[in-house]
Every structure is written in C-alpha cells, then in structure tokens.
C-alpha cells in the first residue's frame, strides 16, 4: 500500500506565503510524478501544478510565477512554494502521487486527505 500524506495548509492573508509538503511511503518500487490539486467549495477539482521524475514541471495559469512546485526524490517527497497568495487561491490542496509499488505494476494514483488553506482579504 502507498500512503500518501500532506502538511503546511493553514490561515494567511493575501499577499503571504505558505509552504505545503507531501511525503509518500509505504510499498513503493518508483514514482513517475508527483502533483498538487486544488477544490474550492462548489467548484471541480483542479490541477494546480505537477513535477516528473525528470524535473520538469507545469502549472495551471492562474499561480504561474506565484507557485513553484519541487521534490526530494530520495524523500519521496514534493512540496508547493505558494507566494503571493490570494483570496481566490483558498481550497482544499491535495497531493496526488503516480507510482508502481513493484517491477513491471502499472503506474497507480494515490491521493493525500488534503489540508485546507485559507487566504483572508
């Protein structure tokens, strides 16, 4: 089993920064990528931004230069830089992890709880 479990969420103003962290564990043999959704209340989830292997990285529009998405292979670990945040940026963040948990499984998702961040005006 792979478990998947995020921290960092919390209350801050707009224009303030806050840092969430997404450690995998569990029975894992590699991970393609790691990612951040968000979902906003009485909105679909949405793709905030994604990190491959490799490195290489997107994001959704809306926190282009705000957001920057990293991780720590020998960690299994990817973290959410969020600067400048905004009212409309406050959802419920989850982190998604694509992975195989032995030789030649295909690539599973596993989901995080979530944790909450809250940007006042």
């Known amino acids: 089993q792979v478990h998947v479990g995020e921290s960092g969420g919390g209350l801050v103003q707009a224009g303030g920064s806050l840092r969430l962290s997404c450690a995998a564990s569990g029975s894992i043999f590699s991970i393609n990528n790691m990612g951040w959704y968000r979902q906003a209340p009485g909105k679909q989830r949405e793709l905030v931004a994604v990190i491959w292997s490799a490195g290489d990285t997107d994001y959704t529009d809306s926190v282009k230069g705000r957001f920057t998405i990293s991780r720590d292979n020998a960690k299994n670990t990817v973290y959410l830089q969020m600067n400048s945040l905004k009212p409309e940026d406050t959802a419920v963040y989850y982190c998604?992890?694509?992975?195989?948990?032995?030789?030649?499984?295909?690539?599973?998702?596993?989901w995080g709880q979530g944790t909450q961040v809250t940007v006042s005006s």
């Open positions: 998604t992890v694509v992975a195989s948990r032995y030789y030649r499984e295909s690539l599973k998702g596993y």
